[in-house]
């Protein structure tokens, strides 16, 4: 669950006398753009799914998800919230800012946490909700409260929690974990290292602040360049094999090689740099990666739905 | 027991929330009406008691 954005860069000041926090606050614990990329993978993923469901279901399961997704980002405000006031980019969040009380947001977060997981599973079935369940946990106390903290493989192993969403939206649809659950799953879970090792070079201050165990910080930043080149590599090589795949066909296959062309380009662009190169033009280059990222999912995520939509066979389809 | 001051922001706030949380329990109640009228209909045909034997409940003439 990325909760990376390139909005927010002012500290905030807290504020002054009492504060009661209105609607918004509240909502804006629950991280409503990382929810928006829940949202759309986890649709993608239950669209995909060969069981269709009622609109009724769909659009309950779907929102069961984003809440679950939501809670475990209230969640984590609410354990980050030390480092979330010394980093530029969370400053203004609803804790470090003084909106919100860092217990109103463990209430709200185990509150929404427990109502998502049940719903879900009276909405479609146990595996689904269990899996919820999980990624709030994996989430909220295996990244948040343990590895963020204390080793540089933090977005590695915890960007598991982001990719769990289609893999809960084919399992609301269909009722079983499969190879496709399981393609969708690892192509945003290789992901997100690269996506997250591009902001961390831009926004190295805030994670050196925070005193967060980013690649960048502890391996510096030459490996960090590397790092993103390597896993750009094995992402390309997943993403366009998936392509041959029962949630593949001619265009994905397209649009994969178009993306991974140019996510690989730009991989290059950035290994082939250096600080001096990236403060002359303010990380250009990696800045610029960095928003292509988040289009890359989305394109990939789009393929995978049309595919569903064409007729099988269409262009001779070869699966 | 001491009072606090309301201050217009903070009332403007204290409404925001009510209203809030009114509207996602309006929505709430609707989806989980909507929700269990689909559901009961994905179970087929259910038959009401209407003080008259059912068809399906009479045993088969002839049958075993």
Redesign the interface.
Known sequence: MSDASLNGTQSAKPLEGPYEAGFGDYFALLKPRVMSLVVYTALIGLLAAPVSLHWVEAFAAILFIAIGAGASGALNMWWDADIDVVMKRTAKRPIPSGRVQAQEALAVGLALSGFAVVMLWLTTNLLAAALLAFTIFFYAVVYTMWLKRSTPQNIVIGGAAGAFPPMIGWVAATGSVSIEAALMFALIFMWTPPHFWALALFMRSDYDNAEIPMLTVTHGRRVTRNHILGYTIVLAALAVGAAFTSIGGPVYLAVAVICNAIFFRDAVRIWRRDEAASELDNFKVERGFFKFSLLYVVVHFAAIWVETLLPSGFLGGWL | MSF?RVTGG?H???K??N???ALCLVFFIG?LF??TT??IR?LGAVEGFDHTPRATALPIEGGS
Do not use: C, T
Request: aromatic share 0%; proline share 0%.
């Open positions: 606090e903070m403007e706030r204290r925001s929330r209203i809030g949380v989806l909507v929700l689909v559901k994905d």
